[in-house]
């Protein structure tokens, strides 16, 4: 008798646990904050008045919302250890995109600092009513598909990651508003030192949303930081440009993020599909993509650019594989790359990892 209840209450322990709803756990961030969340380094800035909400997503990806502020700033990157240029640290690239929407002063930017001299930076994609910083121009650089123009300010007393200082403030403010694509962030430092704008050393580079009296919301759906690789974010040069698949974009009916194999993308049916915005420089490049069958059949997944196929990927087995397509032909400018299905039969999934552009 003391089995059969133990039995019993054993079961409906098990039946509780499967009916209790999935738990979000990408806790919402409310106040003062820095930290490190899925490889990379996050903080939630406000000063006095109003609130804001910062809500962690997986890799660089995250959200927003901020009502009556004063000054807030959401980001998500990396953090140096001020010891390094960025030239003894490497390249570095952002591929990203984001649904936003400000109502008011707010921009969609790089940002950072530097050390020895004290250096705030902006590399601004999108603002809401007013194109920062105002000011006259010192120059321009055009790289990745646009134009920015060049702004030094001075901030006199003001907050800093020292504490209250006097700093420059350097700025590439991008002519036409964009919510996607790479920022070849390295090449914005380039510019800035041959007009004798002096950068430190680094203490962060990291994707942001400022809201500046103002309110609003954005949802950063992917964002993908490249530390190293050439130049232009196009793997030109015989480097290499890697995007995880669960940073993209994903659509269709059943697509999404799997930790077996590896931490990736399951596209299940067809129509499912994972895409992104990637600039390109060259029109010629190969693609090479890692992946499995979630079975002995033969998976398939296809290459879209700029809404074309290029060819397509094979994966014949369970074990992670990299399939290449070689001198693959496509636009230049900002393209759409996507990984889509189009041939499943229900007798096998794609896997996917990551892929590479060379």
């Excluded at 300010?153 to 964009?178: C, D, L, M």
Aim: hydrophobic letters at 30%; one cysteine or more; proline letters at 2%.
């Amino acid at each position: 008798m003391e089995r059969k209840s133990m039995k019993l209450l054993f079961v409906m322990l098990v039946c509780f646990a499967l009916t209790i709803p999935a738990v979000n756990v990408n806790a919402a961030v409310t106040s003062n904050e820095t930290g490190t969340h899925d490889g990379y380094d996050y903080e939630f800035w406000k000063d006095s008045g109003g609130s804001g909400s910062m809500t962690l997503n997986s890799g660089g990806t995250f959200s927003a919302e901020w009502n009556n502020v004063n000054n807030i700033l959401f980001r998500k990157g990396k953090k140096f250890d001020e010891t390094q240029t960025h030239q003894e640290i490497g390249n570095i690239s952002i591929n990203y995109g984001a649904n936003y929407q400000p109502n008011g002063n707010s921009y969609l930017t790089v940002y950072g600092w530097t050390v020895d001299p004290l250096v705030e930076y902006y590399i601004v994609d999108s603002w809401g009513d007013w194109r920062p910083p105002g000011g006259t121009a010192k120059g321009t650089v055009t790289v990745d598909g646009g134009t920015y123009d060049i702004y030094e300010t001075t901030r006199t007393n003001q907050p800093s990651i020292i504490g209250t200082a006097t700093f420059q403030q350097y700025w590439s403010v991008r002519r036409s508003k964009r919510t996607s694509g790479t920022i070849s962030v390295s090449e914005h430092f380039k510019a800035w030192e041959s007009l004798g704008m002096e950068m430190g050393n680094m203490y962060e580079v990291a994707l942001t949303v400022e809201g500046y009296q103002s309110s609003g919301s954005a949802d950063v759906y992917s964002n993908t930081l490249t530390i190293g690789g050439g130049s232009g974010g196009d793997g030109e040069d015989g480097n290499t440009t890697r995007v995880e698949a669960e940073d993209m974009t994903k659509s269709g009916q059943y697509t999404g993020n799997i930790s077996s194999p590896f931490n990736g993308v399951g596209l299940y049916a067809n129509n499912d599909s994972v895409k992104y915005t990637q600039y390109f420089a060259n029109g010629t490049h190969s693609f090479s993509l890692r992946g499995a069958s979630n079975n002995s059949n033969m998976a398939r997944v296809d290459l879209k650019i700029g809404g074309e196929t290029k060819g397509t990927f094979y994966y014949g087995g369970n074990n992670p594989a990299v399939y290449t397509i070689d001198n693959v032909s496509h636009g230049t400018g900002d393209q759409e790359i996507e990984l889509v299905v189009t041939s499943d039969d229900d007798t096998w999934d794609a896997l996917i990892d990551y892929l590479e552009i060379h």
